[in-house]
Nanobody, 125 residues
Framework: QVQLVESGGGLVQPGGSLRLSCAAS????????MGWFRQVQGDQRDFVAS???????NYVDSVKGRFTIARDSAKNTVYLQMDSLKPEDTAVYYC???????????????????WGQGTQVTVSS
Protein backbone atom coordinates (compact mmCIF):
# COMPACT_ATOMS: atom_id res chain seq x y z
CA GLN A 1 0.00 0.00 0.00
CA VAL A 2 1.26 3.45 -0.94
CA GLN A 3 0.64 6.62 1.03
CA LEU A 4 1.35 10.11 -0.29
CA VAL A 5 1.58 13.11 2.02
CA GLU A 6 1.74 16.64 0.63
CA SER A 7 3.01 19.66 2.52
CA GLY A 8 4.25 23.18 1.89
CA GLY A 9 1.11 25.03 0.87
CA GLY A 10 0.12 28.39 2.27
CA LEU A 11 -0.73 32.01 1.57
CA VAL A 12 1.70 33.98 -0.57
CA GLN A 13 1.62 37.32 -2.35
CA PRO A 14 1.70 37.52 -6.15
CA GLY A 15 5.26 37.11 -7.37
CA GLY A 16 6.18 35.01 -4.36
CA SER A 17 7.37 31.42 -4.09
CA LEU A 18 6.38 28.20 -2.39
CA ARG A 19 7.82 24.70 -2.43
CA LEU A 20 5.45 21.77 -2.18
CA SER A 21 6.60 18.34 -1.06
CA CYS A 22 5.06 14.93 -1.69
CA ALA A 23 6.49 12.20 0.50
CA ALA A 24 5.75 8.61 -0.55
CA SER A 25 5.74 5.65 1.79
CA UNK A 26 5.42 2.06 0.66
CA UNK A 27 6.37 0.54 -2.65
CA UNK A 28 6.30 2.84 -5.68
CA UNK A 29 7.29 0.21 -8.22
CA UNK A 30 3.74 0.03 -9.58
CA UNK A 31 4.29 3.36 -11.36
CA UNK A 32 6.98 5.11 -13.37
CA UNK A 33 6.82 8.58 -11.83
CA MET A 34 4.85 11.22 -10.01
CA GLY A 35 2.56 14.00 -11.05
CA TRP A 36 1.20 17.17 -9.51
CA PHE A 37 -2.37 18.27 -10.15
CA ARG A 38 -4.44 21.19 -8.90
CA GLN A 39 -8.11 21.75 -8.36
CA VAL A 40 -10.21 24.83 -7.82
CA GLN A 41 -13.41 24.17 -5.92
CA GLY A 42 -16.13 23.12 -8.31
CA ASP A 43 -13.75 22.47 -11.17
CA GLN A 44 -11.98 19.37 -12.42
CA ARG A 45 -8.54 18.36 -11.22
CA ASP A 46 -5.98 19.59 -13.75
CA PHE A 47 -2.50 18.34 -14.56
CA VAL A 48 0.37 20.65 -13.59
CA ALA A 49 3.66 18.75 -13.88
CA SER A 50 5.17 15.28 -13.89
CA UNK A 51 8.50 13.58 -13.48
CA UNK A 52 9.64 10.08 -14.37
CA UNK A 53 11.89 8.09 -12.07
CA UNK A 54 14.52 8.70 -14.73
CA UNK A 55 14.18 12.45 -14.28
CA UNK A 56 12.24 13.46 -17.40
CA UNK A 57 9.88 16.32 -16.68
CA ASN A 58 6.79 17.78 -18.26
CA TYR A 59 4.71 20.88 -17.46
CA VAL A 60 1.43 22.40 -18.47
CA ASP A 61 2.08 25.51 -20.57
CA SER A 62 0.72 27.93 -17.96
CA VAL A 63 3.47 27.06 -15.46
CA LYS A 64 6.45 26.54 -17.76
CA GLY A 65 9.36 28.70 -16.69
CA ARG A 66 7.82 29.32 -13.26
CA PHE A 67 7.43 25.85 -11.70
CA THR A 68 10.08 23.16 -11.33
CA ILE A 69 9.41 19.54 -10.41
CA ALA A 70 12.23 17.51 -8.89
CA ARG A 71 12.73 14.29 -6.97
CA ASP A 72 14.90 13.08 -4.13
CA SER A 73 15.00 9.31 -4.53
CA ALA A 74 16.81 8.83 -1.21
CA LYS A 75 13.91 10.51 0.59
CA ASN A 76 11.21 9.10 -1.72
CA THR A 77 9.98 12.65 -2.11
CA VAL A 78 8.95 14.76 -5.09
CA TYR A 79 8.98 18.54 -4.92
CA LEU A 80 7.20 21.29 -6.82
CA GLN A 81 9.06 24.59 -6.64
CA MET A 82 6.65 27.36 -7.56
CA ASP A 83 8.06 30.80 -8.38
CA SER A 84 6.49 33.98 -9.74
CA LEU A 85 3.16 32.84 -8.39
CA LYS A 86 -0.01 34.38 -9.78
CA PRO A 87 -3.53 34.61 -8.32
CA GLU A 88 -4.68 32.08 -10.92
CA ASP A 89 -2.34 29.51 -9.35
CA THR A 90 -4.63 29.46 -6.31
CA ALA A 91 -5.92 25.90 -5.86
CA VAL A 92 -5.60 22.73 -3.82
CA TYR A 93 -2.54 20.87 -5.09
CA TYR A 94 -2.40 17.08 -5.14
CA CYS A 95 0.33 14.62 -5.99
CA UNK A 96 -0.33 11.31 -7.70
CA UNK A 97 1.79 8.21 -8.19
CA UNK A 98 1.42 7.48 -11.87
CA UNK A 99 3.04 6.94 -15.23
CA UNK A 100 4.28 9.81 -17.42
CA UNK A 101 4.84 8.69 -21.00
CA UNK A 102 5.52 10.23 -24.35
CA UNK A 103 3.30 9.41 -27.32
CA UNK A 104 3.29 11.10 -30.68
CA UNK A 105 5.76 13.71 -29.45
CA UNK A 106 3.54 14.75 -26.55
CA UNK A 107 3.71 13.88 -22.89
CA UNK A 108 0.79 12.21 -21.16
CA UNK A 109 0.18 11.03 -17.61
CA UNK A 110 -1.73 7.97 -16.49
CA UNK A 111 -2.73 8.46 -12.85
CA UNK A 112 -3.24 5.69 -10.33
CA UNK A 113 -5.65 5.64 -7.41
CA UNK A 114 -2.87 6.85 -5.11
CA TRP A 115 -3.47 10.50 -4.28
CA GLY A 116 -2.28 12.66 -1.43
CA GLN A 117 -4.68 14.59 0.79
CA GLY A 118 -3.98 17.89 -0.95
CA THR A 119 -2.40 21.14 0.18
CA GLN A 120 -3.98 24.58 -0.27
CA VAL A 121 -2.06 27.24 -2.16
CA THR A 122 -3.49 30.75 -2.06
CA VAL A 123 -1.91 33.59 -4.01
CA SER A 124 -3.35 36.91 -2.93
CA SER A 125 -2.30 40.37 -1.90
Amino acid sequence: QVQLVESGGGLVQPGGSLRLSCAASGSTVSADGMGWFRQVQGDQRDFVASITWGGETNYVDSVKGRFTIARDSAKNTVYLQMDSLKPEDTAVYYCNLGTPFRLGGHWHFTPTDYWGQGTQVTVSS
